[in-house]
């Protein structure tokens, strides 16, 4: 096969991407850098299976951000970017100028001229969409504060591409006045016009890409949905990311704003969830492929001649960048685990760097020998990005934890009941609240302080304190009472208090909730009779609604829901003691089949019974 083929190409990248991301995902990597060792791998300086053509496939690749871009807009209604504007302005222009200034005084010490140096620390101070909300998102921290602040600051920096573009050929190096004169013009719209026609121009486009996502594109997407067609549905998702993108690259804007401002304006569409179902796919595949794209564009060949200038330039940068970002997060008042995440997050160099850079190349701003070097720069800094978080989570991030407060004293428990209850959630204040409206007194125990101040205000008199110790259940009055209600959250904590209350109160009648069957095993296999999974009653009773709705008499939908309920128990009791993972699946697979023979059979039996609690049903059957 053609080396050069389409096919051939297809098949290297799918397989290294099938290959490498896995094994990083495995190792805790995350699939960033899975996709980058891919593209180290199967590039030009290792195996060597592409080539030259890296480039044009990264060019079709950063569609990617493009739909990644679209996609965080339908997420973010006008509401919330208005809430993030402190961030986006203030966050984002003083990570800009200040790591802007701090890479220029670099640049000055390794021998760059000001106005090179300048132009680098423009370029180098961006940071990477693609690769920073990527990881976030994979590590679900985008709507956390550093998520939030990371954003926010992206956001900025894309926007600030666009002046950039503007100001590099300022820096020329030529003396010729037709470089900055025409170094904007590219073959878009608005070669040769006056610059407040092009001003008009850019904001007629942003104005009309909100206008036509209000009043036109919400009406063709109803109209393409009343056709069924899945396909169509998709083929106009990806029209309008791809129309809007090549609208702004005509105006000369950049088209991941564009397609931004889209997603925006379409946040509250009754289609947002479809149009995040068809693009994401797409997304996914081409930012792989410009992830893979930039593992392959680092050179090797490059860097082993200047290995020491590439690495101190790289640890330099990472640490500017870092120590910026953690100033102005102390700044913006950013928790201090959280700072962290952030800084780390953002210290490498973005993929708008390698646009630029090119730009600086055609205009002659910067010499091909620097270009090159930073190219690799770019790239390491890129790649090693997803090993920064890791280790900051491994090894920093433990020792920045929020300082916990000091220990709360327990309360003094000044009543005995009959009843207690320890957790004062929702499961535990239902079943409070249930006691109480029957005159039942119960002693409530919870171990959040917050909890326990809100219920008092609302007229409850909760207890705070740990009920897994001894002593405070014996302040509880635990010898004089009959029952205990075991309602706590954390599943290691029932499990504690279990064994507190077997050694210390044996006389406790332990009524235990359990949040699913697994915990419910854990809690059969330690000796406990009365267990109470939390969403059984709940999806048994959507159930037997479901069947009433659909004609079955209420007596027999609850007779069956009966015999369900009691067939899941007893199996419940012959799984708890199965430990092998082979034999319980076989063993599950055995009881399912036998439950539905069971309940076939009593559904026959409570078919043939004319005796029905459903009023409109017994009509029904009377001869007319």
Known sequence: MDQNSFLFQAIIFLSAAVLFVPIAKKLGLGSVLGYLLAGVVIGPFVLGFIGEEREDIMHFAEYGVVLMLFLIGLELEPEMLWKLRKSIIGLGALQLLLTTLFITTLARLFGFGWQHSVVLGMILSLSSTAIVLQILAEKGLMKEPSGQSAFAVLLFQDIAVIPLLAILPLFSTISNPETVATALESTNWMNGMAGWLRGLIVLGSIASIIVVGRLVIRPVLRIVAKTD????????????????????????????????????????????????????????????????????????????????????????????????????????????????????????????????????????????????????????????????????????????????????????????????????????????????????????????????????????????????????????????????????????????????????????????????????????????????????????????????????????????AKTFMKQDELNLKKLSAIRDREEYITEVKKYIEELESIMQGDNQYAGDSITGWNAQNLQDDLPH
């Open 229 to 560: 067609m899945r396909e169509i549905f998709t083929a106009v998702s990806l029209l309008i990311v791809i129309g809007i993108a090549a609208l702004m690259i005509q105006v000369g804007l950049s088209p991941a704003l564009g397609v931004f401002l889209a997603g925006v304006v379409l946040a509250n569409s009754e289609y947002r969830h479809e149009l995040e179902s068809d693009i994401e796919p797409f997304k996914g595949l081409l930012l792989g492929l410009f992830f893979i794209s930039v593992g392959a564009s680092i050179d090797f060949h490059f860097i082993a001649n200047q290995v020491w200038t590439v690495v101190a330039w790289v640890l330099l940068l990472i640490v500017i960048k870092t120590v910026v970002l953690l100033l102005l997060g102390k700044i913006f008042k950013i928790e201090a685990r959280q700072n962290f995440i952030f800084a780390f997050s953002l210290s490498q160099v973005g993929e708008f760097a390698f646009v630029l850079l090119s730009f600086t190349l055609q205009q002659k701003i910067l010499p091909a020998a620097t270009v090159n070097l930073m190219i690799a720069i770019v790239a390491i800094s890129m790649a090693i990005t997803p090993i920064l978080m890791v280790l900051n989570e491994r090894l920093i991030l433990p020792r920045f934890n929020k300082a916990i407060a000091p220990p709360r004293d327990a309360d003094v428990i000044d009543e005995k009941n009959k009843v207690i209850i320890a957790g004062f959630g929702h499961f535990g204040s239902t079943v409070g609240r249930f006691l109480r409206a029957n005159k039942v007194n119960a002693t409530y125990l919870d171990i959040d302080s917050d909890r326990v101040e809100v219920l008092r205000k609302m007229g409850l008199k909760v207890f705070y304190g740990d009920a897994s110790r001894a002593d405070l259940l014996k302040a509880a009055g635990a010898k004089e009472a009959i029952i205990i209600v075991i309602a706590i959250d954390d599943a290691a904590k029932r499990m504690e208090m279990v064994e507190t209350i077997k050694k210390h109160f044996p006389h406790l009648n332990m009524l235990v909730r359990s949040r699913n069957r697994y915990d419910a095993y854990d809690q059969m296999n330690a000796g406990l009779l009365h267990i109470y999974r939390e969403t059984l009653d709940t999806s048994i009773r959507v159930g037997v609604d479901a069947m009433s709705i659909l004609g079955f008499r209420k007596y027999t939908a609850h007779r069956l």
